[in-house]
Antibody
Framework: QVQLVQSGAEVRKPGSSVKVSCKPS????????ISWVRQAPGQGLEWMGR????????DYAQKFQGRVTITADKSTSTTYMELSSLRSEDTAVYYC?????????????WGQGTLVTVSS | EIVLTQSPEFQSVTPKEKVTITCRAS??????LHWYQQKPDQSPKLLIK???QSFSGVPSRFSGSASGTDFTLTINSLEAEDAATYYC?????????FGQGTKVEIK
């Protein structure tokens, strides 16, 4: 079974950027999409955007347009989410989640989450 | 964007009791509605996809149904390990959206 392994916790200052990675174990890129979903402390789930790695095509939630960039490295089968102009409200656990197809469908596998703390 | 409204937001239930959680979509989404379980300090896990299809390995006490824009997650005979927050999610159109969550506590 595919597992998504994310990079470790990060601490950043306001105004800086953070880049989180997500790599499937025991699998390479095939016909699926990777979304990024965040969860602020004590809050619900919020979709940020997604990428179809084999095509390198990304879609973003309007709320994050211009601040988030999702990319994929085919050579390492790794997906990245970079969030810029960080503010304290961006403190959250960031998850990558896989959709088992390139259409808009369910998330059948989730990464373990990466805590990003934004603090001066 | 499509708004999903879950109810109730919190439910305290005794073991073996039946739990019903509702998710209402702000517009028609067909059957593109999925349910997840999230336990404290864990990632969400898929329970039900496309309104009523059980995901692999999910106990049979979890089931889903749909009626128009109203979707229901049912947990028959609640077990202590089912204490968690449950989220609905629509994949009918981008952006993906989630309900606000329903926390189920065991009495």
């Amino acid at each position: 079974q595919v597992q998504l392994v994310q990079s470790g916790a990060e601490v950043r200052k306001p105004g800086s950027s953070v880049k989180v990675s997500c790599k499937p174990s025991g699998d390479t890129f095939s016909s699926y999409a990777i979304s990024w979903v965040r969860q602020a402390p004590g809050q619900g789930l919020e979709w940020m955007g997604r990428i179809i790695p084999i095509f390198g095509i990304a879609d973003y939630a309007q709320k994050f347009q211009g601040r988030v960039t999702i990319t994929a490295d085919k050579s390492t089968s790794t997906t990245y989410m970079e969030l810029s102009s960080l503010r304290s409200e961006d403190t959250a656990v960031y998850y990558c989640a896989r959709s088992p197809g390139i259409t808009i469908i369910e998330f059948d596998q989730w990464g373990q989450g990466t805590l990003v703390t934004v603090s001066s | 964007e499509i708004v999903l409204t879950q109810s109730p937001e919190f439910q305290s239930v005794t073991p073996k009791e039946k739990v019903t959680i509702t998710c209402r979509a702000s517009q028609s989404i067909g059957f593109s509605l999925h349910w997840y379980q999230q336990k404290p300090d864990q990632s969400p896990k898929l329970l039900i996809k496309y309104a009523s299809q059980s995901f692999s390995g999910v106990p049979s006490r979890f089931s889903g149904s749909a009626s128009g824009t109203d979707f229901t997650l049912t947990i028959n005979s609640l077990e202590a390990e089912d204490a968690a927050t449950y989220y609905c999610h629509q994949s009918s159109s981008l952006p993906h959206t989630f309900g606000q969550g329903t926390k189920v506590e065991i009495k």
